[in-house]
């Protein structure tokens, strides 16, 4: 399968509002290929030269479901920093992630959040959880994991996870006042 902004559906198609479905695990042949290929996918997106000339568009993270396909993989890819601002890559190719928990404090990108479905721009605050944790099969890592996130990871994280459910970003803007501040939330 080839994954380019030609093959990743948008939010006019009604596939993107299908909800996803969890994998077996251990992953098959068909899932890990896949979720390998949305990995570079994200990876490749990454390098301009690339990316323009195979027709990507920037990502930091691709569910399958914007493949056409209802399963809960999503690959996740970008260039960060930890705590103690020392330079990290955020790398995960997860099968069936769900959130076990989540913080009561809120946060947002101050920029707003954009998406490989969604070409029209939408402005506004998306308010999610500052912090999460996350339990997943990672097939970097080949292993369950619990990923414990915040800020910016957390973000990403809860945004592709809003994909399984058939629910995107702008969905979660408030339509009233789209900028509205929240008291207390975590400005990234």
């Known amino acids: 399968m080839i994954i380019n902004n030609d093959t990743i559906i948008k939010d006019s198609d009604p596939r993107i509002r299908q909800v996803s479905q969890p994998v077996s ?3 098959s042949k068909e899932d ?3 979720l390998r290929q949305m990995f570079k996918y994200v990876v490749d997106s990454t390098d301009e030269e690339l990316a323009e000339k195979e027709n990507l568009r920037p990502a930091v993270g691709i569910s399958a479901i914007q493949l056409g396909i209802p ?3 999503t690959a996740v890819y970008f260039e960060d920093v930890d705590k103690n601002g020392e330079p990290v890559t955020r790398e995960f190719m997860l099968a069936n ?3 076990v928990s989540s913080s009561l404090q809120k946060a947002y990108l101050k920029g707003g959040e954009g998406c490989l479905s969604v070409e ?5 605050y998306v308010v999610r959880s500052a912090r999460i944790k996350v ?3 990672d097939l970097i890592r080949n292993s369950e994991v619990e990923i414990r996130a915040r800020g910016y990871l957390a973000i990403v ?3 592709e996870i809003d994909h399984f459910s058939g629910i995107l970003f702008y969905d979660r803007i408030n339509a009233e006042d789209p900028f509205k501040e929240i008291e ?3 400005t990234i």
């Open 32 to 34: 890990e290929d896949l």
């Open 97 to 99: 992630p769900h959130i």
């Open 120 to 124: 029209e721009e939408h402005e506004g």
């Open 184 to 186: 207390g939330a975590m």
């Open 25 to 27: 695990l251990p992953l």
């Open 157 to 159: 994280l809860q945004h």
């Open 71 to 73: 399963k809960q993989l």
């Open 135 to 137: 339990k997943a099969f």
